[in-house]
């Protein structure tokens, strides 16, 4: 970000401190979001004006020190050190001074000039807690503002400070004073300051604090050392490091780091003495009373199914009530957008129409979804804002530690579907927020396994055929066995492809309860729903062109399409004939022909998608002002030669409608994407998938509920149109010999299938590589395939029926889960659970 023109400030400050909150209120609208290069962590960025220029304002991540323990510290140390702000705005909780404090003595250390914002000052007085900030201001030697970032309070204050702050340091550049005495230790700083005070190419940074960063043992500490002198010059300087931290270690009988965080947490006592008075220790507050019920051991898990049940209810099912209100708006865009393209022909549209069309439906998929999204991120907020995201990670963690998980797992597991109706875009998304990296990789890829809305219709269609006696029991296989096989497979991750990723202890902070604001709540939502528009939108739509392409290429051969012709020809001469004595003849025939069944087919479109009455009037009055001597021919009622030229003009409609669905069944099956189904089958036939629910599975890799639809497409009967797609497929996978265990075998690959289209962009987004994504998308392929294949070879050769099938699997894969939870290592589950001491 340029400085040219203005000041930069960064935002720093520990998770729950209200930095964020803050953030919003200095920036207002002008803000926005994007990641820090090569990493996932949100950068969020905008800027403001004063009485003297603009002010540019980075929100760092949320972080509980300035080590590179954790990515989220490692993003935030590397900007302020690469980008030195003229001001760091440290961000702190006020209610919690002791704990807060840390993150100040090393934003000072690091040189840095800096204002203070007692941030929530209402809950320290809600708490009973008097500050005297003149006092903290001069024992610090730098500004305090206290602030309410929630209300909008201390704002202009904040602002003040800031540029003064920046002026005083363009005109006096002045070191922030050393406030921390490391006793024993500071001999040792003193001598690694004497050994790298020759290389100019380490000069522009803090002396101290580097020479401290290496005494701690700090990997990205010694990478910028390698870096910057070189492997040669740097080894003896690591050497002879190494040898100051085995003495003193071995003189003090304890860790530096560990000896660092005490002589911290000392000089933290020495700051607030005489600073924070009035704080009532023995005094319940309301966070500790309802923490009293909601952490309860029995409790706790009815409050948590209560929660997600919440979130559900609002957001999944009230938010899909709200596509039929907003479905109308994308239908009428889409009819705008068929009127500007090129007219349909008779059989076989103008590629611009169908490669119009197929975008719009790609891009209608996607929109229609915008209103849960919305509502599902503002839940998300209410429930982060408020402090219970952080108790749901808590109560969560022990279990899934265990799985290779992590407590903040739980949130991207429930958007991915728990049970059935999430989505695995922003169950992915959400995993930005879990610190621990392995753990945050494991989560991204077994999200997918959930039961997102669109694998709903395949399944409810697979028991409709083979499990009518046995739907409940399938049901909750279906609906349970996906977190088993979830919580397995990142047990297997983690032990293999993923080991050597970084971890971190699980570090949780329980913060106050807060009532979340609109503005806030709505902000968020907003912000993520168009990074998800924005981000998977466009990349949908690029790889909708492609399956376009597979879809249509090479065509119908010659002879097939001629017949086609000659059919559709034999059509036409029947309605001519009926019409031989109607007055309307000449109306409905030769060049009026195309036209008028395009009326009549969008005046049907039309008709469907009106609302009530009054839709019906408007849609009737829009098409007698599009074509007057047409109307009469679609409409009911008339005269006897109106009636008998509708009726002709239905039949004819039925009959196109017949022959271009023949005709798209026959391309998709001599189409590129046809010839790879049948291709994959000496695979696939040991799952018992012939090449049509190859193509079925592969066309859902675009979008899940295509699945559904292009068996609609695959599997017909002639010219019976009244029988459903249960019947029609049931009829016909039983005349091919297939029973309710290849049912089971499709739902297990489903089950484990490779996340759609959307979701793996989006695993591209989060992990910043195409090799996961790549894996992503062969990893579920190869077990999907393996278990299916397994399940059905099996069963046929000792004759299982499709449940005795379906219940051996889940129950076996049910005692291998406990089997593994029970005996797996929980020596990480002891790790520190807070950096830092309460005191």
């Known amino acids: 970000m340029s400085k040219r023109d203005g000041i930069l400030v960064a935002l720093a400050g520990q998770q729950n401190a209200g930095k964020s909150t803050l953030f919003n209120v200095l920036t207002g609208a002008r803000q926005h979001v994007a990641n820090y290069p090569g990493v996932t962590v949100d950068k969020k960025y905008g800027q403001y004006r004063d009485a003297v220029g603009s002010v540019y304002t980075v929100d760092l991540p949320g972080t509980y020190s300035l080590t590179s323990f954790s990515l989220e510290e490692r993003v935030a140390r590397e900007f302020l050190l690469g980008d030195r702000p003229d001001v760091t705005v440290n961000v702190v909780d006020a209610s919690n001074l002791r704990r807060s404090l840390h993150l100040t003595l090393q934003i000072l250390e690091m040189e840095l000039p800096s204002v203070l914002a007692l941030n929530m000052m209402d809950v320290a007085e809600g708490r009973g807690i008097q500050l005297d900030e003149q006092r903290l201001s001069e024992r610090l030697r730098l500004p305090v503002v206290a602030t309410v970032g929630r209300k909008g309070q201390g704002r202009e204050a904040l602002r003040e400070a800031v540029r003064a702050e920046a002026s005083r340091q363009a005109e006096t550049p002045t070191p922030p004073p050393v406030l921390v005495d490391y006793g024993a230790l500071e001999p040792v700083i003193a001598q690694v300051q004497h050994r790298l005070a020759p290389f100019k190419a380490i000069a522009d940074l803090p002396q101290r604090w580097l020479a401290l960063e290496l005494l701690e043992g700090d990997s990205q500490a010694v990478s910028i050392l390698v870096e910057r002198l070189g492997e040669p010059a740097a080894r003896p300087l690591r050497e002879a490091v190494g040898s100051l931290i085995a003495e003193f270690e071995q003189r003090q009988g304890m860790e530096i780091s560990d000896y660092v965080v005490g002589c911290r947490d000392r000089a933290v006592e020495r700051l607030l003495e005489g600073v924070v008075s009035g704080a009532d220790r023995g005094r319940t507050t309301l966070t500790d009373r309802v923490d009293r019920v909601v952490l309860n051991r029995w409790l706790a898990p009815g409050f948590l199914l209560l929660t997600v049940f919440a979130i559900y209810q609002v957001s999944i099912v009230w938010g899909y009530e709200l596509t039929n209100v907003t479905w109308p708006y994308l239908a009428k865009a889409r009819e705008l957008i068929a009127g500007l393209l090129p007219s349909a022909h008779f059989l076989v549209d103008p590629y611009v129409r169908s490669l119009g069309l197929w975008l719009v439906d790609s891009a209608n998929t996607l929109l229609n979804y915008v209103p849960i999204f919305i509502i599902l991120f503002a839940c998300i907020a209410i429930v982060e804002d408020s402090g219970y995201m952080a108790r749901i990670a808590f109560i969560l963690d022990k279990v899934l530690h265990r799985f290779g998980l992590h407590g903040q797992s739980t949130l991207p597991l429930i958007l991915g579907g728990v049970f059935a109706g999430g989505c695995a875009v922003p169950g992915v998304m959400a995993t930005k927020g879990i610190p621990d990296n392995r753990a945050r990789m494991a989560t991204i890829f077994t999200v997918p396994f959930m039961n997102c809305l669109a694998k709903v219709p395949l399944y409810t269609l697979l028991l409709g055929i083979f499990f009518v006696e046995h739907k409940s029991l399938m049901m909750?296989?279906?609906?349970?066995?996906?977190?088993?096989?979830?919580?397995?497979?990142?047990?297997?991750?983690?032990?293999?492809?993923?080991?050597?990723?970084?971890?971190?202890?699980?570090?949780?902070?329980?913060?106050?309860?807060?009532?979340?604001?609109?503005?806030?709540?709505?902000?968020?939502?907003?912000?993520?729903?168009?990074?998800?528009?924005?981000?998977?939108?466009?990349?949908?739509?690029?790889v909708a062109v492609v399956v376009f392409v597979l879809l249509h290429l090479p065509g119908l051969p010659e002879a097939r399409k001629a017949h086609f012709q000659q059919e559709a020809e034999a059509a036409i001469e029947r309605f001519e004939q009926t019409l031989a004595d109607n007055p309307y003849r000449e109306l409905a025939t030769g060049d009026h022909l195309v036209p008028l069944i395009n009326y009549y087919t969008d005046y049907k479109r039309a008709k469907l998608n009106a609302k009530g009455a009054a839709g019906s009037e408007k849609v009737a009055e829009r098409f007698q002002a599009r074509n007057a001597d047409f109307y009469p021919l679609v409409k009911r009622g008339g005269d006897r030669d109106t009636k008998q030229a509708a009726r002709a003009l239905k039949m004819l409609a039925r009959d196109r409608q017949k022959l271009r669905r023949q005709m798209r069944e026959e391309r998709i099956t001599h189409s590129i994407l046809g010839t790879i189904g049948r291709g994959m089958e000496p695979v696939t036939q040991f799952a018992g998938f012939d090449w049509k629910i190859n193509v079925a599975l592969l066309a859902s890799f675009a979008a899940r509920e295509s699945s559904v639809a292009t068996l609609g497409v695959l599997f017909q009967q002639g010219d019976d149109e009244n029988q459903t797609l249960e019947e029609r497929m049931g009829q016909e996978t039983r005349e091919g010999g297939a029973t309710a265990l290849l049912a089971v075998s499709m739902i297990l690959f489903f089950a484990l299938y490779p996340p759609c289209l959307a979701t793996t962009m989006m695993v591209k987004v989060q992990t910043g590589s195409y090799k996961w994504m790549a894996f992503s998308i062969i990893f579920p392929t190869i077990l999907g395939l393996a278990v299916a294949s397994a399940v059905y070879s099996i069963g046929t050769a000792v004759g299982a029926t499709g449940i005795e099938a379906m219940s051996a699997v889940y129950w076996g894969a049910f005692l291998l889960l406990l089997i593994v939870g029970l005996f797996s290592d929980r020596k990480a589950s002891r790790l520190l659970r807070q950096r830092f001491s309460e005191g």
Do not use: C, D
């Open 476 to 542: 909750f296989y279906i609906s349970t066995m996906t977190i088993v096989f979830a919580l397995l497979v990142a047990k297997l991750l983690t032990k293999t492809v993923l080991s050597g990723h970084e971890t971190s202890p699980f570090v949780m902070e329980l913060p106050h309860y807060h009532l979340p604001t609109f503005n806030g709540v709505a902000r968020r939502a907003i912000e993520r729903t168009w990074q998800y528009i924005k981000k998977v939108g466009t990349v949908v739509l690029a």
